[in-house]
């Protein structure tokens, strides 16, 4: 037998991940290229309220003189890759 849960936004909130992903982007530039974590993360979460997901590492590393294809794609994978921390709504019934 298989079972299939859909989390995105059933079980678990999506933007919950994602803000818990451009948390973990936002130690990785602060850490990797000495970026102000949070003003890094604060100005994420400006471009994803006014543009959508699409461009955001590669805007903020442009503000920054550091948008190389190879930067983009460590913050992508740093995206990807990092241990989400997020939580499951409580309903009450």
Known sequence: ????????D????G???VDSGLRAVALFVANRWQLDEDISYQTMQQL?????????FDDLLAAHGLATKANVKACV???R???TQITMPVTHQ
């Open 81 to 83: 890759l990092h241990q």
């Open 15 to 17: 933007r919950q991940y």
């Open 77 to 79: 994978s740093c995206y």
């Open 1 to 8: 037998m298989i079972y299939i849960f859909d989390l995105d």
């Open 48 to 56: 994803l309220d006014s543009r959508g997901r699409g461009r955001i």
């Open 10 to 13: 059933t079980q678990y909130d």
